[in-house]
């Protein structure tokens, strides 16, 4: 977790590249699983939940190559492990996602139960009820689901409610299952989209999917495949938010505007000027010099196309600065307002109701010390310091936000983090790895290292600073990533050691709540 200074009141101006969608990636990383062939993933985002899954993955057995910064080529021929440990669950739930392609091609999984995060409990019922229904025995020992099938069967299911991983979960357990998987309150959303499209290239027949019924009919066996994972709507819309907020005009370029009408639609109707200037580009103008203040509308988060929940509270930082009165209600989870009280803390006008806040604008916001709960409420406080006056200090701040720090940086306001040297270094149109925290590196596994750095040094130079071996490479454009120091959890004695000791188990894995 991160701590960012940032010193707002300046308007945003220039243009900023999308990254691929995270939540995308992250079932795409896990379908992988699926074949022992090479799976080839391109536009994966450098985020820690996918740095957490590609863990995940050679945990299991896989090998994965990142022959550039957003390309993944994993192949899960060697898989000699079915266990997704608490370890990785509690840091990314979802991990979760590895129980279908794992019972779907093994037979077998065992992935530690994800309990509740900062926005919600999250039970996975209906994942756990979907695969029963297949045919898989399921237990729960010592909070670890033990799942096991000869070979799952074709089914009916309904899911009582829409969800997004449960869908996932069972289009990937499903494709390799004996008969037609019919799936029906099926979830919609693009990224369930980019699964099946990569599923099918993989050899899979899948119908239905971007509707509530997606029917699946089982093969033998899937093959390798090349896939590019969507934009990020959500990093779209956070974006849109920004440039609207701060008065700002930013360009918006490799997004895919059609995966966020109804977040476009309502930041229209409350005044930001949206424009879209190509397939993939959007101009967005804030409300500039007239200053003239938005309009406040309510809005009522809704699985898609309606308007998503992790947009809510990025909209919220929006609302207090709306003329007026608005009521933003929160279907999908039950507790993910916790970002309210602290932009009250900014001075924020508002009345934090069980499902609902009710915001009163427009508020001047002042800069003050704030804690991020979640991703997205991390992404709302930053929002709302850029708008504030003076310095806003935001303590906890989830993974994602590296990438927006330093794409806004870009953009020349200011957000600093403290965190420590190593990440106050800025590099311009450059890319930092840390070496000493890659897992091949740091297990002495010199051919896997060498062939790190022999996947990152186009255009890349080696350089040390404060003991560390760094990295710099100018393939991508304005980021800072730091990975996480913890080695691969691939060694069995290794996780014997770390079992026992949970002291060690804390120091190596990062610890931030794992809601995503
Ligand atoms: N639910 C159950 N039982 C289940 C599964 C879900 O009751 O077995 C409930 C949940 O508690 C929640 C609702 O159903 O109230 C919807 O949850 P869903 O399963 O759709 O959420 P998810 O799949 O765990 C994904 C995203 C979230 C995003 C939600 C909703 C990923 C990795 N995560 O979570 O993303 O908010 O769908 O769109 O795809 C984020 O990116 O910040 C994030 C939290």
């Given at each position: ?11 945003l ?61 994993i ?47 999250r ?5 756990l ?54 799936i ?15 599923l ?125 009165d ?10 993910r ?9 900014l ?13 009163h ?6 800069g ?13 406080l ?16 989830r ?118």
């Amino acid at each position: 977790m991160d701590k960012f200074r940032i010193i707002g009141g300046k308007k945003l101006k220039g243009g900023v590249a999308i990254s691929g969608a995270k939540n995308s990636a992250l079932p795409c990383l896990a379908a992988a699983l699926l074949t022992p062939e090479t799976v080839t993933l391109r536009n994966v985002p450098y985020v820690r939940d996918l740095i957490t899954m590609r863990r995940l993955l050679e945990d299991l057995g896989c090998t994965v190559l990142v022959p550039e910064l957003r390309t993944h080529q994993i192949n899960a021929g060697t898989v000699e492990d079915y266990e997704a440990p608490y370890e990785l669950v509690k840091t990314m739930r979802a991990s979760v996602l590895a129980l279908g392609p794992l019972l779907g091609r093994f037979g077998q999984a065992s992935v530690s139960l994800p309990g509740g995060c900062a926005i919600g409990q999250r039970p996975i019922d209906l994942h756990l009820m979907a695969l029963e229904k297949m045919g898989a025995k399921i237990e729960l020992r010592g909070g670890v689901v033990e799942a096991g099938a000869s070979r799952l069967r074709g089914a009916d299911i309904e899911f009582e409610t829409v969800t997004v991983t449960g869908t996932e979960n069972v289009m990937m357990a499903a494709a390799l299952a004996d008969g037609v998987t019919r799936i029906s309150n099926a979830a919609c959303e693009p990224e369930i989209v980019d699964l099946a499209e990569l599923l099918t290239k993989m050899g899979a027949k899948i119908e239905g999917a971007s509707t509530p019924t997606i029917t699946v009919t089982g093969v033998e066996r899937l093959g390798g495949a090349d896939h590019t994972i969507i934009p990020d709507r959500i990093e779209t819309g956070t974006f849109i938010v920004a440039a609207a907020i701060t008065g700002g005009e930013v360009e918006i370029t490799n997004c895919e505007p059609g995966h966020l009408q109804s977040v476009i639609e309502k930041l229209r109707e409350v005044g930001v000027k949206i424009e879209q200037t190509g397939r993939d580009k959007l101009r967005v103008a804030g409300n500039g010099e007239s200053r003239a203040p938005y309009k406040a509308a309510d809005v009522t988060t809704a699985v898609y196309p309606g308007f998503p929940t992790d947009m809510q509270a990025q909209y919220m930082a929006l609302m207090t600065q709306a003329e007026g009165d608005s009521v933003i209600t929160e279907t999908i989870f039950e507790n993910r307002f916790m970002h309210a009280a602290e932009l009250m803390r900014l001075g924020a006008q508002m009345r934090i109701n069980s499902r609902s806040v009710d915001v009163h604008g427009p508020s001047p916001l002042t800069g003050a010390q704030l804690i991020a709960s979640d991703l997205r409420a991390s992404a709302s406080l930053v929002l709302a310091g850029l708008a504030a006056e003076g310095e806003t200090l935001i303590d906890r701040v989830r993974s994602k936000i590296e990438d927006r720090r330093s794409k806004i940086e870009d953009r020349r306001s200011k957000i600093e983090d403290r965190v420590g040297a190593r990440k106050a270094i800025l590099y311009p149109r450059s890319s930092i790895f840390d070496l000493r925290s890659q897992p091949a590196f740091s297990s002495g596994n010199t051919t896997r290292w060498l062939t790190t750095i022999s996947a990152v040094t186009t255009n890349s130079f080696i350089f040390f600073w404060l003991g560390r071996v760094y990295i710099a490479s100018s393939i991508n454009s304005s980021r800072i990533i730091r990975r996480p120091r913890a080695p691969t959890l691939r060694s069995q004695a290794w996780r014997a050691t770390a079992r026992k000791a949970s002291s060690v188990k804390r120091n190596l894995m990062p610890s931030h709540s794992n809601c995503f």
